[in-house]
């Protein structure tokens, strides 16, 4: 049975995580929202701190660092909490390089390792989520055909892909045969210029605004059998996607999380007819129902993140979590904002950027890993 109690590795990762978020994130995210960019040199600042990649190996100057999904998943609800864009900003070389690190080939992870560790923030990514209103991700649009010289035609579209207005590589899903489900999915690693390849402006979102997320158009891209994840092997998909999903539930307790402690310490300040508004019951119940959401969540994430860890299964248990999750963010923020009155409504509130962003888990497949 896994324990409640965080090592003291985690512990002060958690710690670090944290003072980060409250000190450099959360005292910016507002700022970011309303310019719709990252706050100047914040990028740099993040990579600093390590967190991001640290399980990758030694061997390609990673400070390797055992992978524990648990782990990952107590770091990345830090960092949900201080902001959500920042967060998922500094995180995208991460949905690059642990794919890579699981399932490259070592001329893979000779060439593109050592560039996810380098001294600057590394300028890649992964694209998975489709502009489509019944998107699937084991029924990719996206098709990879295998040509008679054994290289690929990628063609297809992809959305929501982080960092991508000045990425370097994307690392692209798309489906190579027709077998149904996750097997079919593999990744194929696509240069900024490959011939064919086309990136939008940055996208206008309702929420995540400072996020640099972008579409791409691959009409016909080319790229060498060297391209495909694995080589022959391929990847095990349905293992990635658990993966992100742990992440993804991870950063909405983040968020959800923030709005709680927002709204306990507006109900314990705001009076009216000179009694806290924390004392009459509705308010009450209702941040008491914000609470038993939160933790709910947090014990079907770490169930899931525990199964990874334990080198199991955990198809099920994380789709469930994200579910869960995603339903669970959007409520905690909206009565977060109902807590606050007419003062959620205002702008300068971040309960409603919060609310913004929680709406948009359940459309963030992908774009997270631990």
Not at 229 to 255: K, N, T
Not at 331 to 347: N, S
Request: hydrophobic share 45%.
């Amino acid at each position: 049975m896994y324990s409640f109690d965080p090592t003291e590795e985690q512990q002060l990762m958690i710690d670090t995580a944290r003072e980060f978020a409250r000190k450099e994130m959360a005292p910016k995210a507002h700022e970011a929202d309303e310019a719709a960019k990252l706050p100047a040199g914040f990028l740099e600042q993040a990579w600093e701190l390590g967190l991001a990649v640290a399980a990758i190996p030694e061997k390609y100057n990673g400070a390797a660092m055992d992978r524990s999904a648990v782990t990952g998943a107590l770091l990345l609800e830090e960092l949900g909490a201080g902001d959500v864009s920042l967060a998922l900003a500094m995180l995208a070389p991460a949905t690059f390089a642990y794919p890579i690190v699981d399932y490259g080939t070592d001329a893979q992870k000779e060439t593109w390792l050592p560039r996810c560790t380098s001294a600057s923030f590394p300028k890649l990514t992964a694209a998975l989520v489709e502009p489509s209103l019944d998107f699937d991700p084991t029924a990719l649009g996206c098709r990879a055909k295998k040509q008679a010289d054994g290289s690929y035609l990628l063609s297809g579209k992809k959305c929501f892909v982080p960092n991508g207005g000045n990425a370097e590589a994307f690392l692209v899903y798309a489906r190579e045969s027709d077998t149904e489900g996750f097997e079919g999915v593999q990744a194929f690693i696509v240069p900024a210029g490959a011939k064919g390849l086309s990136v939008s402006e940055k996208e206008k979102n309702m929420g995540v605004h400072a996020l640099d997320s972008v579409e791409l158009t691959l009409e016909a891209v080319r790229v060498p059998p060297a391209a495909k994840l694995g080589g022959d092997a391929g990847i095990d998909f349905e293992r990635i996607m658990s993966y992100s999903r742990i992440a993804l539930c991870a950063l909405a307790l983040g968020v959800a999380r923030a709005a709680l402690e927002h709204s306990v310490e507006y109900a314990k300040e705001r009076k009216t007819f000179g009694k806290p508004i924390g004392t009459r019951q509705s308010v009450a119940f209702m941040i008491a129902d914000m609470r038993i959401e939160l933790d709910a969540a947090r014990v079907l994430l770490w169930e899931a993140a525990w199964r990874l860890d334990r080198g199991e299964k955990a198809t099920k248990e994380s789709y469930l979590a994200k579910l869960y999750t995603d339903e669970m963010v959007l409520k905690v923020t909206d009565d977060a904002v109902m807590v606050m009155g007419g003062h959620g409504f205002i702008r300068e509130n971040p309960v409603e950027r919060w609310l913004r962003n929680g709406r948009g888990f359940a459309a963030f497949d992908g774009m997270a890993m631990v």
